[in-house]
């Protein structure tokens, strides 16, 4: 046969739903072959997996790198990334320079160009205060933007990235109809949230009581429903960020299949910490939505494992010590995930919660199809080589002192998982091994296939 770059062998290659004992060529970058026992490949580099299962690499559609800040920045947030097995990025746009406006599009594309260890791309940012009804939104579309976000609630406070006014929101999603592109939205009715912070001071609640007493479910479920009404009206596809609750899962699961073109995503976050492990960890552990009761986490996974949760996040967002040191109402929400993710998933599949299908299908298949990047979240010829080797019989521990990221902290900081990413590649390129990053930055900035 013709050589190829890699040989990949050895492994069990997940393919179109099925793990496969094939050996996986890579040519100028792409999948080229998927070659059944019995037959080799003669190849400039070959790679003996070992039996290790390989995985499409993770297509992450909600992090908030922070270029130019020192809370994290490309560098560190790319390693983070390729450590964990994710080979895509789209980074959230609401941090300086907050991607409104072409031009500043611009200034964070320059940001990752030559740094980034993985692939990215960036949301547009819609916000009353600065793009809606001006023609940025449908400028950001043409510059390659592959998806929207807004936020619906900022607890009251000023905050100019937030859209609290229904006819700007209307506008809003009409204007993200028209891109054709999807529109990821934070979903917490504004109304309601100011009433919950005022109910919480006259009461004289403080610390974690006033925190999670300030932000109860009905802030997602009303505002979830609203959403569903709007994706309705406009046609935007809607993809509701974070969802904490299994009821505004199962809202969207079955206003989808009335034909409102609707999404849920959540995190490995609120499958993994419900208000006690919160309560027992502390400010560390605090990002908001806040997390809810046990039994709401124990209906998540089943909503997890049977389908109703569609994409797949993290929501990386690391702060300063200093910031998550604060009192709960006032600390700085977010928290580092790209490393412990893929782990904590696979970790669960290995205890029976859930399955390699669901794990493949949200943090890799259906984030690419949404996102409109053909080649990514599936390892089929003609794809982009993109694929992390997990080792599914490896009992480590969470430290944060070993990250990537410039986080010290984690939600999952002492926790043992039993799968453990030991290669990650980008286009062929090796850009991790046993989850620490290579010096390769091959990271390219992508668009969605209509603006290729």
């Not at 400010?283 to 709401?296: D, F, H, I, K, Q």
């Amino acid at each position: 046969m013709s050589g190829v770059d890699l040989a990949v062998t050895g492994g069990r290659v997940y393919v179109h739903g099925n793990c496969r004992a094939v050996t996986l060529g890579v040519t100028d970058g792409r999948v080229s072959h998927l070659v059944e026992p019995g037959r080799s490949l003669d190849a400039d580099r070959e790679l003996d997996v070992g039996g290790k299962l390989v995985l499409p690499g993770c297509v992450d559609a909600h992090v908030h790198v922070r270029p130019g800040d020192d809370r994290e920045g490309v560098d560190t947030g790319t390693a983070a990334a390729a450590a964990g097995g994710v080979t895509t990025v789209v980074d959230m746009p609401n941090f300086p320079p907050t991607v409104t406006d072409r031009e500043r599009w611009n200034e964070n594309a320059a940001l990752y160009d030559g740094t980034a260890r993985v692939d990215y791309s960036m949301f547009g940012h819609v916000a009353a205060a600065h793009n809606v009804g001006t023609g940025d939104v449908a400028d950001l579309a043409a510059a390659g933007a592959p998806a929207f976000k807004t936020f619906l609630s900022a607890g009251g406070g000023p905050d100019p990235y937030v859209i609290r006014d229904k006819g700007d929101l209307l506008t809003a999603f009409e204007e993200v109809a028209e891109t054709g592109r999807p529109f990821w939205v934070h979903a917490e009715d504004d109304e309601y949230h100011v009433e919950y912070l005022e109910r919480v001071a006259e009461r004289g609640l403080t610390g974690m009581d006033a925190f999670l007493e300030s932000a109860p479910p009905i802030l997602e479920t009303t505002a979830v429903r609203d959403l569903i009404d709007l994706a309705a009206e406009t046609g935007t596809t809607t993809v509701v960020a974070h969802t904490t609750t299994a009821e505004a899962l199962d809202l969207v699961a079955e206003a989808r299949a009335d034909g409102v073109p609707i999404y849920a995503e959540t995190t490995p976050y609120y499958l993994g910490i419900d208000e006690e492990r919160l309560r027992e960890i502390g400010t560390t552990a605090l990002g908001t939505p806040p997390v809810r009761s046990p039994e709401n986490r124990a209906a998540l996974w089943e909503r997890f494992d049977g389908g109703r949760v569609d994409t797949m996040a993290t929501d990386h967002a690391p702060r300063f010590d200093e910031e998550k040191a604060r009192d709960p109402i006032d600390v700085g929400p977010g928290m580092p995930q790209l490393e412990t993710a893929l782990p904590f998933l696979l970790s669960a599949v290995g205890e029976g919660k859930t399955t390699v299908d669901r794990v493949v299908e949200t943090y890799a298949e259906r984030p690419a199809r949404l996102l409109g990047f053909e080649r990514k979240g599936h390892l089929g010829v003609g794809a982009d080589a993109d694929f992390v080797v997990v080792d599914t019989d490896a009992e480590w521990t969470v430290d944060p002192e070993q990250f990537e990221s410039r986080a010290t902290y984690s939600p999952f900081d002492g926790w043992t998982f039993t799968a453990r990413p030991v290669r990650t590649f980008v286009r062929g390129q090796e850009v991790a091994v046993d989850m620490a990053a290579t010096d390769a930055r091959p990271g390219r900035l992508l668009a969605p296939a209509a603006s290729e």
